[in-house]
């Protein structure tokens, strides 16, 4: 049945799907916390092959998306649609390694129901960009007749789209040489009905592709590149005032470091003339590196077009692992500077932490963790397993010199040790990972963050819900905070094709036990924080508070801590500061 004709519609639906739990459930909630920018580019993308009616006048280009991570997918439902429009096929979208082994379930499913099925995504492309032969399981999934696309879709989607209606679509369309231009290219966009699935209703878009640097843990590199592509403020606007239109004003930019894309400037220029001169209620999320505070006026414009909350890549603070990673661009002399910054604007950040360098321990991750806590003025951190994700010179180096790595890519979800330290076990590794969260989020330092965001008039009521969710996720749910979302659902055949599918007798009671244990956990927490919280804003010296992290001195002085455990290691350090290597201990 592949390539079933479409007569009258050709009817596309869009998936993106999510990962299995540690027990082979799909993670799953009523409403996720982030909006996948993968799913919106390719429904933009679909959009335009609709409007330009690329399989004939007579064809109807019907399109629905869905991420999987707040929407149940219905097989037969879909199946049921697809052939009711007379034709169409199945798009697994933006499908990660730790999304791979679900997305092969689902195709699976659609396959043996006789439907053309695409899949594209960081897996695919990472592993074909980087590996010299296909792995295994992409190997199965061509075997189940999937068709997989490798590299970006802009300009390509007509191809695939008649091809798969012409019934002679291409196991594989490799596009990772010839990376299209972002300027003027179509934007990513989803209907209203799919984005307030997600709270808060965030959209999202990309305004820029590639980034200069070489972290080899980094998959980003090897598929987009290392030019910064970009959109011009025109095609901003667009997206903006597309959005706008559905009431949606809140965006997650998923540039992975907006302040390498070329075009910052007029890009944040626009967003500031939309919010200042038409009212435009902008709200965006940014991903930034270490250095933006070295960019004249990147901080003040980006807090003007409306940027509340940004992401860093702090990674580590010890630069011999930076440098072992050639993450050379990140000084952590200049860490305090650059999150005092942004704190003076009255921005949230978020700094993510990678743990299981070859020179961390468990002991030296302990003290790293306090360092931070006293001396780094970030909101919340976030950690990670330091993992070789497919599509990374770290993977391919270990891939090529044979050494073990976790078979399972659903595994690949950086909360997991795919393959041995050499300093710790997998034990140990996986315990430093645990105690990571409770290190982090103890009620004091909890508090410590209220304080400082009380005082610097960071919005309150989102310090507290990240301070909720980035401490409870990991412990409570067993899930990473990036793929969290509120009211899971764990819905019994909806689980992993290698585990059984539970009785009913068995399944209903224990996940009765499971929700309530859950429940009252997050409960206890919600309710906690909330009085710390009532207590930090009541108390006078709040308005005053103080501690070292806020003090703006930094750059290698005798109470810097975190510079001066790390004395001997930063003259090694690229673009050191000459100084650095007379800091002693205090
Ligand atoms: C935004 C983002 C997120 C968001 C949203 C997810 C999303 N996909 O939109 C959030 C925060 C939820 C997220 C979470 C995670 N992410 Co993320 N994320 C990204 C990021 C920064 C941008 C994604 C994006 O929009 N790209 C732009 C789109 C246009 O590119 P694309 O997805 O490749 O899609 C294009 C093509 O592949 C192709 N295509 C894709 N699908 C299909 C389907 C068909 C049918 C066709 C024809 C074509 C096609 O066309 C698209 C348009 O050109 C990427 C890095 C990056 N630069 O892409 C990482 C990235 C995808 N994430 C990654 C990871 C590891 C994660 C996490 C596991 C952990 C983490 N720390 O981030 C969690 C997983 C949680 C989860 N269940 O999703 C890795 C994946 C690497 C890998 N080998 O798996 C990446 C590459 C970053 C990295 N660290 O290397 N992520
Ligand atoms: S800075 Fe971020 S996007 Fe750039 S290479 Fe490093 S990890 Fe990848």
């Not at 802009?154 to 300027?183: F, H, Q, S, W």
């Not at 305090?336 to 932490?353: C, D, F, I, S």
């Not at 209903?508 to 919280?533: A, E, G, H």
Request: hydrophobic share 40%; aromatic share 10%; glycine share 8%.
């Amino acid at each position: 049945m592949e390539g079933i004709l479409a007569k009258r519609a050709f009817r596309v639906v869009l998936i993106k799907p999510s990962h299995y739990d540690q027990d082979g459930y799909v993670i799953q909630w009523l409403r996720s916390t982030l909006p996948s920018n993968s799913l919106a580019s390719v429904y933009g993308l679909l959009v335009e092959c609709a409007q330009d009616r690329v399989l004939g006048p007579g064809v109807d280009i019907e399109i629905e998306a869905c991420d999987e991570c707040n929407t149940v997918v219905d097989v037969a439902g879909v199946a049921k649609r697809i052939r009711a429009a007379g034709g169409g096929m199945v798009g697994l979208i933006g499908v990660q390694s730790n999304q791979f082994p679900r997305a092969l379930d689902l195709g699976r499913q659609f396959r043996k129901l006789g439907l053309p099925v695409v899949m594209g995504g960081f897996h695919v492309s990472g592993c074909i960009s980087m590996l010299s032969e296909l792995p295994p399981d992409l190997q199965e999934a061509l075997d189940l007749g999937i068709h997989l696309f490798a590299g970006e879709a802009e300009g390509r989607m007509t191809e695939v789209l008649c091809d798969v209606a012409a019934g002679n679509a291409k196991p594989i369309y490799k596009y990772l040489n010839d990376l299209p231009e972002m300027a003027a290219a179509v934007y990513p966009i989803l209907p209203r009905e799919v984005v307030t699935r997600v709270v808060g209703h965030y959209s999202s878009f990309d305004a820029g592709r590639g980034c200069p640097f070489q972290c080899s843990f980094c998959t980003i590199i090897n598929v987009q590149g290392r030019k910064s592509r970009f959109r011009t403020p025109d095609d901003v606007e667009a997206i903006v005032r597309a959005n706008a239109e559905q009431g949606i004003t809140r965006f997650f930019v998923t540039d992975d470091n907006f302040a390498r894309n070329r075009n910052w400037e007029p890009i944040l220029d626009r967003l500031i003339e939309l919010r200042e001169r038409e009212k435009f209620n902008i709200k965006l999320l940014l991903q930034v590196d270490t250095l933006c505070h070295r960019i004249p006026g990147f901080i003040e414009k980006a807090a003007r077009a409306g940027c509340t909350a940004v992401f860093i890549g702090l990674e580590n603070i010890n630069p011999e692992s930076l440098m072992g990673t050639k993450k050379r661009q990140n000084k952590i002399w200049e860490y305090r500077e650059m999150l005092l910054g942004w704190r003076r604007n009255k921005v949230m950040t978020y700094a993510g932490y990678i743990l299981g360098f070859p020179t961390d321990t468990p002991e030296s991750i302990a003290r790293d963790i306090e360092i931070i806590k006293k001396e780094l003025p970030v909101d919340i951190l976030e950690f990670f397993y330091l993992t070789p994700l497919p599509g990374s010179e770290d993977h391919k180096n270990l891939h090529m010199r044979g050494v073990p790595m976790d078979p399972d890519m659903n595994n690949y979800d950086l909360e997991h040790a795919c393959t041995a330290h050499p300093l710790m076990s997998k034990e140990a590794w996986t315990k430093v990972y645990a105690d990571a969260w409770t290190r982090y989020y103890t009620d004091e330092h909890v508090e410590t963050i209220m304080r400082r965001a009380v005082v610097s008039g960071i919005n309150r009521t989102k310090v507290l819900d990240s301070l909720t969710i980035f401490a409870g996720a990991a412990r409570i749910e067993g899930v990473h905070p990036l793929q969290f979302g509120f009211f899971r659902r764990k819905l019994r055949t909806q689980r992993r094709s290698s585990l059984p599918i539970r009785n009913p007798l068995v399944f209903y009671p224990w996940r009765v036990v499971d929700f309530f244990k859950v429940s009252s956990q997050w409960l206890r927490l919600v309710w906690r924080y909330r009085r710390i919280m009532a207590r930090v804003a009541a108390d006078p010296a709040s308005q005053t508070h103080f501690d070292e992290a806020l003090s703006a001195h930094t750059g290698g002085g005798d109470t810097d801590q975190f510079v001066e455990v790390f004395a001997d290691k930063i003259p090694h350090t690229h673009g050191a500061p000459a100084r650095a290597p007379a800091v002693v201990a205090g």
